[in-house]
């Protein structure tokens, strides 16, 4: 009876240390409980200021950097979670992750986080991490392009490691399936419909011409078009993207209002001009997804509400919290190196 008993306490101490550890943990460590919105109230009270003016004076600079941000704030947390490593440039034992495919000669706003963190020593020295300010960026340049506003919990640290490789395998590619977009997502821990909100991303920013042109001569080696997209308006992608040569030209994302975040992403896909491969299969390749796509399309408020959940889901994925990471200097670089 008492071997019994022991046996069943010993059960449940495993099962709610279990369930402490998944709940605790977002994806593979992180403890993502340590985030929370005040984080800096004291030790830093006009950070979420400080980085709202720079990113603001960016946005008056260039429209197009809010896009950047957003995209370099993705870029980071889905490779080791959100750490800054994105981040860091080549030194010592660190090998960038700006080499890598996503990111190499496309990531950009590098020096506008420069600009941020730098604001940031200036007011209260080494307080807030370059993760967290990324991850405000991101808020913030969501609510200058129109889009919607959230609390952002806080209190991620930086790592002190990068990986060149990791960036190939776990974000995903514009010409990928729609099977295997979905697969990187849930890696993370997101799901479906935090897929489709979170790709609503693409109605503000460019891409080049090298990450859709396969769509428009040669889908999948078949030697034709991508045949789910629509013909004028890959026309109008030929003259800007041609069959060789002009890889870095530009095109919007979304072609009705590449500056203002809105809904049309979505009416876009269901008129068959989404630009990237991996935008159009959210319509093309699922029924679940272009369910989705059909209410964000109709109700911008239901994306606009989705959007910043998806973006608070996804700021918190495997963070570095407590004494783990530290708080770099510069962005650039690990404290000492
Ligand atoms: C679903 C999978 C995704 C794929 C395959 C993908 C791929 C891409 C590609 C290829 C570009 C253009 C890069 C170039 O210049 O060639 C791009 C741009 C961009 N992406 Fe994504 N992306 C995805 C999801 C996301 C997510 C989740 C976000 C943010 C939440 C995001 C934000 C952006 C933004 C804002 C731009 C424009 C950046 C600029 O103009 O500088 N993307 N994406």
Not at 298 to 319: R, V
Request: charged share 25%.
């Amino acid at each position: 009876m008492a071997r019994i008993g022991s046996f069943l306490i010993l059960l449940s101490l495993t099962y709610a240390l279990t369930l402490c550890i998944c709940d605790n943990a977002s994806n593979f460590g992180g403890n993502k409980r340590n985030l929370f919105p005040d984080f800096y109230r004291s030790s830093c009270p006009r950070a979420e200021e400080i980085v709202r003016s720079v990113v603001a004076k960016a946005f008056e600079r260039e429209t197009r950097m809010a896009a950047s941000l957003m995209r370099l704030h993705f870029h980071d947390c889905f490779v080791q979670g959100c750490d800054g490593s994105l981040l860091l440039d080549t030194s010592g034992s660190i090998v960038t992750e700006k080499n890598s495919n996503p990111n190499s000669r496309s990531a950009r706003g590098f020096e506008v986080v420069d600009e941020i963190k730098a604001a940031l020593e200036n007011e209260c020295p080494n307080t807030v991490s370059c993760a967290d300010a990324l991850t405000l960026a991101a808020r913030d340049s969501s609510v200058l392009t129109g889009g919607p506003s959230w609390t952002v919990p806080l209190g991620r640290r930086d790592s002190a490691t990068a990986s060149r490789a990791k960036p190939n395998k776990d974000l995903p590619e514009p010409d990928n399936l729609f099977d295997t977009i979905f697969l990187r997502f849930s890696n993370e821990g997101l799901n479906l419909t935090d897929l489709v909100a979170l790709s609503g991303s693409h109605t503000i920013g460019f891409s080049r011409c090298t990450s859709f042109r396969q769509r428009l001569y040669n889908q999948s080696g078949s030697g034709s078009p991508d045949t789910t997209l629509e013909k004028s308006y890959a026309a109008i992608l030929r003259q800007r993207c041609p069959r060789s040569g002009g890889d870095q030209n530009l095109s919007e994302l979304d072609i009705n209002s590449a500056g203002r975040f809105d809904n049309s992403y979505f009416k876009n896909l269901i008129e068959n001009m989404g630009l990237l491969n991996s935008d159009q299969v959210l319509f093309s390749s699922n029924e679940q997804s272009r369910e989705l796509v059909k209410k964000y399309a109709e109700d911008q408020e239901e994306f606009f509400e989705q959007f910043a959940e998806s973006m608070i889901k996804m700021g918190k994925i495997s963070p570095l919290t407590g004494s783990s990471g530290e708080i770099r200097k510069k962005c650039r670089k690990i404290n000492n190196s």
